[in-house]
């Protein structure tokens, strides 16, 4: 069942619409990636359903209530930010006992423990009487986490969490995040303009684009039938190029490379090759029309088929991978 | 529409609104209610009639007045071209060249902050007056009082802020330029008005125009030294206390406005204009030696320096000296003020009104920033707070203090209690000097993360928990500065206060001029100099402080690391 809802939110700065009528429905336990370029509005909602910001029209809704007028405090969420955040002046512990003691604790032990139970869970129990600055990027992001679960919230937002941190930590962070999400069973709305982040992740994604959803759906769907040229071409690498009037998409490693020339080929000559480790990137030129088509294809393959700049490859676009879309969009 | 209204009032914290509502109601009532009273005195003759410019008129056709103008403009160009030239060598020095000493140098250069303008000029008349060393010994053969005493005066009064405003401009400078300059063989002087001037052009503009406003505006030196050379500060004075006549003062207010108006306009401008040229790419320069740059930035150094540890040796020297210049046997007995000066009350009081100023304008500043930056919301009315921090910068202490008198001194004006009490005078020094302290608070806030407040807002944390618990620890070292700036400027502030004090809230500041009034030379140095002890001694608490949080900060990295 839905568990957070947003109805038909607006919102302008200025003359400039940031939101525009933008539904969504989040289930219970889900985790949501909302999925976009910078700029597309996607930390706008975030905050507004946080009640950090207030929309111009439409309405929140939290567990089945009108939260559109509550105020951040009467909402039961957990956030985390891409800053952090983290009280500077404070240790790890008092950082997480802050927002503790604003609650009505019937005893300190009691207070204690849930803060030590949180540090458990993002593993931080060492560093307790650390301050920030002591720790790294990653630890620092987890003190967030756990401040941000320590007050048994309804549900979590986390605005790019991530993407202060560098590659390898980030991608060790995705899956402990997703890990504690999954054994708290908790609802989270997660931020990113990374979409390598969003598809590991998420249960399911809002793509969106210009202050708009352009697509909501699980990676799968989002990967495989990307309902616009815009997803298509933002999620993953993609071929998008025009053929009798429709634009057709299709991703560099659905593309196959026939032995022999037939009836419905394409003929494309090799412009670069990239070696990427297991698979080979080749970069091509259609002869017919020019446009440029990527391929991916397993580096062994690469190696057997022995080519070189200007080789000309027979290609064949499946009809089971071709994506297409009635008008050409500008992306 | 109700819908819309609903989505308004929901939106709102009404705890912030009033707050920013009340913060920004008690700087209206101190700031532009007075000064509404100045200006409508203006246009109003004894009687209360409005005769439009009639007193303008008056004033400038009669030409003992007149000629003020004249002779204020006359003193106020010359020590800013002074002050501009000296300042910015000195900031050169300092920031450019390898010459030794320059800690010391720095810390000398800001001794006239610490005493008050009348002391400037009091020291230069132990050296260069009738009565002074050098001119008894024959090497002064000019004539002190009048218009070069002023001009003198307010160029020791002016430097330290055109040394400190070129220091800080100095201080970075982007090392590719001048490598880049080097690779192309371009000479040193070539560098100067090519490279480094146009690079702080703007600081040039700004701190031609502060000068030129304090020199403009300065009461205690014209007092001193001025003799039968009048400038404005001195007439609005003679206007106000002497006749009585307070549509003239009122005039002579107006005109006061009009350097620091021209400024704060000019300033606007430029620092809109004024993108940070240093990027994040910036190397740091590195100044090669050369001993004969050095040599003559060291030798100019030495000059000034020496020029003011002579002024204040004049001081120790008078203050503690039997009948300065006649018998110089040691004593403490000039510690013993006389009464009829206010004595020993009057600098207890300054004590006191310097602390309150320093306490009061702390915790004021530090929240009406908070409330400027930390509140989302209210766009129109934090818009509107912020101009009005800005404005006392273009308020001389003269004006504040004849504004008040206008505003607070009419008996049907609720708040008259406060006129000839402690309390007038935090307010007017508050005021007074505000805009500085302001600035220092809001940058200071705006580099905090503004998660914070979201983040507390998450947890039900009430905002001023979240300012008393971590963005005022986080600003100690700004409050530290704040603290300071108020409580040195209070202690030697004359021209704000010099309408306000009452006979039974004597400061120290003016029983300096009583002092030296009297002829009592001997009493007069020895008050400066506890002014000046106690301004140095705050100072180096402040320094203390400054380095026990540095170092407890990084007590706290290595703590368990």
Known sequence: ??????????????????????????????????????????????????????????????????????????????????????????TVMENILFGLQQKKWTNKAEMKAKAEEALRLV????????????????????????????????????????SALDAKVRARLRQEIRSIQLSLGITTIMVTHDQEEALTMA????????????????????????????????????????????????????????????????????????????????????????????????????????????????????????????????? | MREKLRRYLSGLRWSQLFALVATITTFTIVLIFPLYSLFSKAFVDKGGEFVGLGNYITYFQSPALSISVMNTIDISLWSTLFSVVFGFIYAYALTRTRIKAKAFFRYTALIPIFIPTIVHALGLVYLFGKQGIFTRAGLFPFELYGRLGIIISEVIFTFPQAFLMFFVALEFADGRLYEAADAMGIPGWKKLTHVTLPDIKFT????????????????????????????????????????????????????????????????????????????????????????????????????????????????????LSENYPYNLSFTWKNFLFSRSSGGMDAYVNSLEMAGLTALCGTIFVFIYAYLMEKISGFENLRRFGKLLSILPLALPGMVIGISFIF????????????????????????????????????GCLKKLDKEFESVSDSMNIPRWKTFLRVSAPLSLPAILEIFMYFFVNAMVTVSAVVFLYSAKIKIASIAITHMEEAGNFGQA?????????????????????????KKHTSAKERHET
């Not at chain 1, 069942?1 to 038909?8: C, D, G, I, R, V």
């Not at chain 2, 508050?430 to 302001?438: G, K, R």
Request: proline share 5%; hydrophobic share 45%; with cysteine.
């Open chain 1, 203 to 331: 249960d399911r994604i809002i793509v969106m684009n210009n202050a708009g959803i352009e697509q909501i759906g699980t990676p799968h769907e989002i990967y495989h039938h990307p309902a616009s040229a815009f997803v298509a071409d933002f999620i993953g690498t993609m071929n998008v190029y025009s053929h009798h009037g429709v634009t057709c998409a299709i991703r560099p490693e659905n593309i196959e490379i026939l032995s022999q020339p037939s009836a419905h080929d394409v003929t494309a000559q090799v412009t670069t090759i990239e070696f990427k480790g297991p698979m080979t990137r080749l970069y091509s030129v259609t002869v017919n029309n020019d446009s440029e088509l990527c391929l991916d294809i397993p580096s062994e393959r690469a190696q057997a088929l022995q080519l070189s700049q200007g080789s000309t490859l027979f290609l064949r676009m499946p009809e089971e991978h071709l994506v297409t879309y009635p008008v050409k969009s500008d992306a």
């Open chain 1, 123 to 162: 593993d931080l129990e060492d560093a307790q009487d650390k301050y920030p600055r002591q720790l790294s990027g990653g630890m620092q992001q987890r003190t967030a986490l756990a401040r941000a679960i320590a007050l048994s919230p309804a549900f979590l937002l986390l605005d790019e969490p991530l």
């Open chain 2, 204 to 319: 040039v503009i700004n701190v031609f125009f502060v000068c030129f406003t304090l020199a403009f505006t300065d009461f205690g030196a014209p007092k001193v030294i001025g003799g039968s050379f009048n400038v404005l500060a001195t007439d609005i004075y003679k206007q106000v206390a002497g006749q009585f006549n307070f549509n003239m003062g009122a005039v002579v207010g107006t005109l006061l406005l009009i350097p620091a108006l021209a400024s704060f306009t000019v300033d606007r401008l430029v620092n809109s204009k004024n993108a940070s040229t240093i990027n994040a790419k910036a190397t740091t320069l590195i100044v090669k030696p050369n001993w004969k740059r050095d040599s003559f930035f060291f030798i100019f150094c030495s000059l000034i320096t020496g020029f003011f540890l002579t002024l204040v040796t004049a001081l120790f020297i008078g203050g």
């Open chain 1, 1 to 90: 069942m839905s568990f957070l809802e947003t109805k038909n939110i607006t919102k302008r700065y200025h003359s400039q619409t940031v939101l525009n009528g933008i539904t969504t429905s989040i289930n219970k336990g889900e985790l949501v990636c909302i999925l976009g370029p910078s700029g597309c509005g996607k930390t706008t909602l975030l905050r507004i359903i946080a009640g950090l910001e207030t929309a111009d029209s439409g309405q929140v809704f939290i567990d089945g209530r009108d939260a559109t007028h509550l105020p951040p405090a009467k909402r039961n969420y957990g956030i985390v930010f891409q800053s952090y955040a983290l009280f500077p002046n404070m």
């Open chain 2, 407 to 442: 505003f607070f001194n009419n008996p049907s004006n609720p708040l008259n209690f406060i006129y000839g009490t402690m309390i007038i005078l935090v307010v007017s020094n508050i005021l007074h000097y505000f805009s500085v302290p302001y600035l220092t608070a809001s």
């Open chain 2, 525 to 549: 140095a020895a008050m400066s100099l506890l002014i000046l002890m106690m301004n140095v001694l705050i100072r180096l608490l402040y320094e203390v402080g400054i380095k026990a949080i």
